[in-house]
Each structure stands twice: as structure tokens, then as C-alpha cells.
């Protein structure tokens, strides 16, 4: 089946550790998205990218890094720079860039902990 | 800069009752308004609206736009425990078809 993966679903780090979070798609969309959603701030743009090996700063890029080396994948960094990184990360994918509809497809989510 | 507005923020109803979500904005570049239903993890797709006045409706869903007055509604008919969830509505805008997302509407229903 078609769909957005995202791994680890629950993830526990220290403060001071980079943690990469994972993110494939297999629905041959363009553009991909991440997104971060705390309680009562509803989603937040991290970064986008519209094209492979091309990627643009969201509402809240500062901490992060992300890279886009193939079409499927979109893999995103908190570094230990991020603030607060305690969070649920969200993962989109659209086709393409948005398209005439900007309908996004979500993949299930990754929890960060830090302790 | 561009803002998304939803209200309520959270709202209690009892199965049967009929609710209105709000949604209003203001964004450069407007394109399209999309509605989300948020349970517990991936937010899912519900209607995506593009000119005013035109309702979407899918079963007791029903969503409207008025792009001079800027705002779309979101109604629910006859409420199940069912239809508990987080309420989103985001705004795709601009070239680079961005959306903005309002902090969404959490919507409690007791049977």
C-alpha cells in the first residue's frame, strides 16, 4: 500500500544528543514536508522541499537540518542547538509541490522525548 | 504576516448536537482552504475548499468559504462519540503552495 512511513514512533534522547528521525515516502510525490505540533500551537512548519537535493526553511527551521538525497526520503535532525525539542513530529508528502489542491498526506508520527 | 484563526479552541458537545467550527485568515496569495480531522496521530483529509459560497459536504460534514469576508465554517450534523478530534484548518498560499495551519478546534463528544 501507498503511504507515508515515519520511524521511531517513540523516541527518548538525553539533552545534548542529535537525533535523526525518518521519513519515506512511496507515493512518487514531489515535495515533502515536516512538521512539529505541540499542545495548543497546532502544526508548524520545519522545512520543505518541493525537488530532490533541494530544500527550503519553514516558520521554525532554527535547531533542525534536514537533506533530501532521493525522492522518497526526507530525513529530519534535531539537534541538540533545538531548544525545546520535546515534540510530535509530523511528516507530509504532496504531489506535486502542493498542486492545485495543497492537500498533504501525513505519515503517523514520531514522539521525541528529551530528558 | 500571515495568520490562521480557529475557534473555538475546544468545545464540549453531546451526541445528536450540530457544532460550527470557525476558521478564518489572512494570508498573501491565497489558493485554497483545506480541512483536517485530527484523532490521535496523522491528521486526515476532509474537504478542500476554493471558491465561496460552493458547500462541500460528505455525510454530516459540511464546509463553506467566503473568501470576501475571508472564513469557512465547518459543520457537524448529529454528532457521534466518533467524531472526537482535533480540528484542523490550513491555508495553502503562494507560489510555492505553503500552508499555514490555525491551532485547531478540539471538539469533545459525550454520549
Known amino acids: 500500500d501507498g503511504g507515508i512511513t515515519q520511524s521511531p514512533k517513540y523516541l527518548f534522547r538525553k539533552e545534548g544528543q542529535n537525533v535523526t528521525l525518518s521519513c519515506e515516502q512511496n507515493?512518487?510525490?514531489?515535495?515533502m514536508y515536516w512538521y512539529r505540533q505541540d499542545p495548543g500551537q497546532g502544526l508548524r512548519l520545519i522545512y520543505y522541499?518541493?525537488?530532490?537535493?533541494?530544500?527550503q526553511k519553514g516558520d521554525i527551521a532554527e535547531g533542525y537540518s534536514v537533506s533530501r538525497e532521493k525522492k522518497e526520503s526526507f530525513p529530519l535532525t534535531v539537534t541538540s542547538a533545538q531548544k525545546n525539542p520535546t515534540a510530535f513530529y509530523l511528516c507530509?508528502?504532496?504531489?506535486?509541490?502542493?498542486?492545485?489542491?495543497?492537500?498533504?498526506?501525513f505519515g503517523e508520527g514520531s514522539r521525541l522525548t528529551v530528558l | 504576516e500571515d495568520k490562521v484563526v480557529q475557534s473555538p479552541l475546544s468545545l464540549v458537545v453531546h451526541e445528536g448536537d450540530t457544532v460550527t467550527l470557525n476558521c478564518s485568515y489572512e494570508?498573501?496569495?491565497?489558493?485554497?482552504l483545506l480541512w483536517y480531522k485530527q484523532e490521535k496521530k496523522a491528521p486526515t483529509f476532509l474537504f478542500m475548499l476554493?471558491?465561496?459560497?460552493i458547500e462541500k459536504k460528505s455525510g454530516r460534514l459540511s464546509s463553506i468559504l467566503d473568501k470576501k469576508e475571508l472564513f469557512s465554517i465547518l459543520n457537524i450534523t448529529a454528532t457521534q462519540t466518533g467524531d472526537s478530534a482535533v480540528y484542523l484548518c490550513?491555508?495553502?498560499?503562494?507560489?510555492?503552495?505553503?500552508?499555514?495551519f490555525g491551532k485547531g478546534t478540539l471538539l469533545t463528544v459525550n454520549p
Open positions: 507515493l512518487n510525490h514531489d515535495a
Open positions: 494570508v498573501t496569495n491565497f489558493r485554497s
Open positions: 522541499s518541493q525537488i530532490v537535493n533541494d530544500f
Open positions: 507530509a508528502s504532496s504531489m506535486p509541490s502542493g498542486g492545485p489542491t495543497g492537500e498533504l498526506f
Open positions: 490550513a491555508v495553502v498560499r503562494g507560489s510555492n503552495y505553503k500552508l499555514t
Open positions: 476554493t471558491s465561496s459560497g
